[in-house]
């Protein structure tokens, strides 16, 4: 039902395999967002023609509209997305960070002014866990507390403490529920690992984690206002501290220089806003850097995003045809752009496993960021 094998190394870098209810992806992946239970601009069908093969959604967004009663009564998060591959929901938990003026945190949980209407909403692990056995996705997330890059060592170190509390209530809803959705399918419990950029707490976080042996670990409270070098430094320290026979999930990182520096130190799974957020503000990725498609340079640019992309949109649209788009605020921009950067992540992805597996991980990549980083962005021609 869940298992997670180690099939190519190099160095600390894993290519593997995740095999979940729902279907089998290859690892390293990277997982859009689908937040409200859809990926932005896109189709379920355009987002499996890019190559993704797993899409992520949030529980607090979805418990508050439709409600996780109604995503059950319509057949589930899988039937409502009409996704028919593995997905993963995250508990809340960065909404305890990202809508902190919005909230009171107490050892019990969270209580929420909506977003939406401004009534109270508790968020507690057994909430969590319920909403998330309604919504009925293969992978589930511990209710935790992200504490911000800007949080003293105290508040750093209450995070950690509630966290593990609430990643033991978490589990004991898990095996009251059979570990199982509404639906009977199965789903794995990911503990989700705090402590800023303190290793000890890093550590104590780890420790009281692998206590409760679930299927998988997450690294939060990471890329949440600190630089490259703090993540790397973070990656650095609690390498030893995670099992390696379990899959290891690096929350909320996208760019693709932190992608490869989280894979050099044997991160396995990966989700961000990036790819689709960007593309709906006319910025999209290419092997060669970031191009902005509202940049008057690509007026009379008739060629595609990225001559060796085969998306739909790099065989079908021009750069001017696709600033004149953006610039004419027409629907069509968001979604070839989205389609275009679902597309080269991956790509991006499966050259990163395809490396591993050919042992030369190591001067890819540094071919790679070299690309990426010398290329000015919007230069013509």
């Known amino acids: 039902m869940f298992s997670f094998e180690v099939d190519h190394t190099c160095g600390k870098s894993r290519a593997g395999r995740l095999t979940t209810p729902h ?3 290859l690892t390293p992946v990277f997982m859009p967002v689908g937040t409200a239970g859809s990926v932005k601009a896109v189709t379920p069908a355009q987002v499996r023609e890019t190559g993704m093969g797993m899409v992520l959604a949030n529980t607090y967004h979805l418990m508050l509209r439709p409600g996780a009663t109604t995503v059950a009564q319509l057949g589930g998060l899988h039937k409502l997305m009409a996704w028919d591959g593995p997905i993963l929901t995250d508990s809340g938990g960065y909404q305890v960070f990202s809508l902190a003026h919005l909230r009171s945190i107490s050892k019990n949980g969270v209580v929420f002014r909506s977003h939406i209407d401004g009534s109270e909403v508790l968020l507690d692990p057994t909430k969590a866990m319920e909403v998330q056995r309604l919504l009925g996705a293969d992978i589930v997330m511990q209710l935790d507390e992200c504490p911000s890059a800007q949080a003293d060592r105290k508040q750093v170190a209450d995070a950690v403490s509630r966290s593990a509390d609430w990643a033991s209530r978490c589990k ?3 095996l009251a529920q059979d570990c199982c959705s509404a639906a009977t399918s199965y789903q794995a419990l990911f503990g989700i690992q705090q402590g800023g950029t ?3 707490l890093r550590r104590e976080s780890a420790r009281r984690l692998l206590e409760l042996d679930l299927p998988g670990y997450a690294i939060g409270g990471v890329r949440v206002g600190e630089d490259h070098q703090a993540m790397c430094d973070i990656l650095d320290e609690i390498d030893d501290q995670l099992p390696a026979s379990k899959p290891r999930y690096l929350m909320g990182v996208g760019e693709p220089r932190d992608i490869i520096a989280a894979v050099e130190r044997g991160i396995d799974m990966f989700d961000c806003v990036l790819p689709t957020r960007n593309a709906r503000n006319a ?3 290419t092997w060669h850097g970031r191009i ?3 940049n008057a340079a690509y007026t009379h640019d008739d060629r595609p995003i990225e001559e060796s992309c085969d998306c739909y949109t790099c065989r079908n649209f021009s750069r001017g045809t696709l600033r004149h788009l953006f610039m004419a605020k027409e629907m069509l921009a968001a979604t070839l752009a989205t389609i275009h950067n ?3 992540f991956a790509n991006f992805m ?11 991980f190591h001067s890819q990549a540094k071919m790679w960021l070299s690309e990426m980083a010398n290329q000015r962005l919007d230069r013509p021609g």
Do not use: M, T
């Open 350 to 360: 499966s050259a990163i496993r395809n490396s591993i597996q050919a042992k030369n």
């Open 198 to 200: 303190y290793p000890e």
């Open 283 to 285: 910025q999209v990725f």
């Open 292 to 294: 902005r498609l509202r």
């Open 172 to 174: 004991q809803c898990w």
């Open 342 to 344: 679902l597309r080269f």
């Open 23 to 25: 279907g089998q992806v």
